[in-house]
């Protein structure tokens, strides 16, 4: 090749690599918010949780929580929580919120079921007469690899969560 080529491609090889950086990669929007689309809630037929209804399912899950340190202490193995299958959207906040608040208390959690504890949790809509409670929580600690296993402790507690028959189905 001769001088002048040479030269040339030199120049225009920075040129060339520069220009890539502007090439749009991954979930580049061009510029503009990026909005996941709208949830549409008759899918499931199930009404979307409001900021209140989390507020109380956050207070309840961390209620919950903080009674049963208390009575039966820290975990000394690391803690598996099991997402209930199907995962509707109550039961994905509360598996989040239970999450959370186990961390906070110094919680460790682990991944594989074999490793520890396994934390499960219910809720269900309850009628106590002349009573604003109309959810009962419930975290079961099994021994084992699910469910199936031993069941070791409970607790239970009743709650106010904002219309509940709306968001549970």
């Not at 001088?3 to 749009?24: G, Q």
């Amino acid at each position: 090749m001769t001088r002048p080529t040479l030269r040339a491609l030199a120049l225009f090889f920075p040129v060339l690599l520069l220009s890539a950086c502007n090439m749009p990669t991954g979930y580049v929007y061009h510029d503009q918010l990026y909005k996941a689309p709208v949830q549409d809630s008759s899918a499931s037929g199930a009404a979307l949780i409001s900021q209140t209804q989390a507020a109380q399912i956050y207070r309840a899950m961390s209620d919950l929580t903080t009674r049963l340190t208390q009575r039966a202490g820290l975990a000394p193995r690391p803690v598996y929580v099991e997402t209930p299958a199907p995962a509707t959207q109550i039961q994905t906040l509360m598996d989040n919120d239970l999450r959370d608040t186990l961390r906070r208390l110094g919680y460790t959690l682990t991944g594989d079921p074999a490793q520890g504890y396994v934390i499960a949790h219910r809720i269900k809509p309850v009628k106590i007469e002349n009573s604003p409670l109309n959810a009962e929580i419930a975290l079961d600690i099994f021994d084992g690899r699910s469910k199936k296993e031993t069941l070791l402790t409970s607790e239970t507690g009743f709650y106010r969560i904002d219309s509940l028959d709306k968001i549970i189905r």
